[in-house]
């Protein structure tokens, strides 16, 4: 049973516009949550995250959103570019809640295109 | 700055054959993980080490083996490889427990197995 959940399998959004990655979660012990993207032929990179003491993260051009009652979050890229084409992947982890690993759950992936 | 390392990048292997991944980090890192990736699927958790000696499972280890001999290496072999074992292969490490405030994961480049 996926408990991260990207359920939009791509996006197209053109450049200098605003990029809306969405992704819901099940698992009410998830308390850090964190996105990676991945370019073709290459290993996932880390991006950006957040703890769920907060709601809201930015980093540059970046801002991730957590809505903890909706068990929701979203990653805002302004202004998107073409090179941020690529496969967002969202994951989470329960660390504060006792699990041993702090194991990271991934949701499927969004692949992004800008277009000029 | 090498980061993680995996070899090989590819291979096929018939039914019944074994082999082994090598992963390889140079950041000194004491957790290493082996990761999974299927078309339409998130990166799934095969096994992982929390430091030198020590092997644990995943999320999908059946069918394969691991060994974390030496801090810096993590193999990860099959034994009798089967076609449900066609996959992008991704080896990780993180210098804190995965998911958590130190622990980034940092992947290798991924090794694309077939299994004819």
């Known amino acids: 049973d996926q408990q991260v959940k990207q359920n939009s399998p791509s996006l197209s959004v053109q450049e200098g516009r605003i990029s809306i990655l969405n992704c819901d979660y099940t698992?009410?012990?998830?308390?850090?949550f964190l996105w990676y993207k991945k370019y073709p032929a290459e290993g996932p990179t880390f991006l950006i995250s957040?703890?769920?003491?907060?709601d809201k993260n930015e980093d540059g051009r970046f801002t991730v959103f957590l809505n903890k009652s909706a068990k929701h979050l979203s990653l805002h890229i302004v202004p998107s570019q073409p090179g941020d084409s690529a496969v967002y992947f969202c994951?989470?982890?329960?660390?504060?809640?006792?699990?041993?690993?702090?194991?990271?759950?991934f949701g499927r992936g969004t692949q992004l295109t800008v277009w000029p | 700055n090498a980061g993680v390392t995996q070899t090989p990048k590819f291979r096929v292997l018939k039914t019944g054959q074994s082999m082994t991944l090598l992963c390889a980090q140079d950041?000194?890192?004491?957790?290493m993980y082996w990761y999974r990736q299927d078309p339409g699927m998130g990166l799934r958790l095969i096994h992982y080490s929390v430091g030198e000696g020590t092997t644990a499972k995943g999320e999908v280890p059946d069918g394969y083996n691991v060994s974390r001999l030496k801090k810096q290496n993590f193999l990860l072999g099959l034994e009798s490889a089967a076609p449900s074992q066609t996959s992008v292969y991704f080896c990780?490490?993180?210098?804190?427990?995965?998911?958590?405030?130190?622990?980034?994961?940092?992947f290798g480049e991924g090794s694309r197995l077939t299994v004819l």
């Open positions: 990780a490490s993180s210098f804190g427990l995965a998911g958590g405030l130190t622990g980034e994961l940092f």
């Open positions: 950041m000194n890192h004491e957790y």
């Open positions: 957040i703890s769920s003491i907060k």
């Open positions: 994951a989470a982890s329960a660390l504060q809640r006792g699990s041993t690993l702090g194991r990271l759950y």
């Open positions: 698992n009410s012990m998830f308390d850090y």
